[in-house]
């Protein structure tokens, strides 16, 4: 079979066109990901809702402003 201009132009157009939704994808899970490990760090004081972020592994975080305990941990929003 043999490969004609219009054929190869097409298959790159289509290709692109498939490419493009692929690239996405890949972008936003990516970007999900780097988001929700800096929500998981994020604690919210409960005494005077100053946010911080928090990489240690402890379950209870003292609040740089206000000295409060702030328990940390998924599951538990502010409401
Ligand atoms: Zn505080």
Do not use: Q, W
Not at 47 to 53: K, R
Not at 60 to 74: D, L, Q
């Amino acid at each position: 079979m043999e490969l004609k201009l219009a054929d190869f132009v097409l298959y790159i157009v289509v290709g692109c066109f498939l490419l493009v939704p692929v690239i996405a994808v890949i972008s936003r899970t990516l970007h999900a990901k780097v988001e929700r490990r800096a929500l998981a760090n994020r604690v919210i004081c409960r005494l005077c809702l100053h946010a911080f972020e928090d990489s240690s592994h402890v379950k209870t975080v003292h609040c740089p402003a206000c000295g409060a305990n702030n328990e940390k941990g998924p599951g538990r929003r502010l409401g």
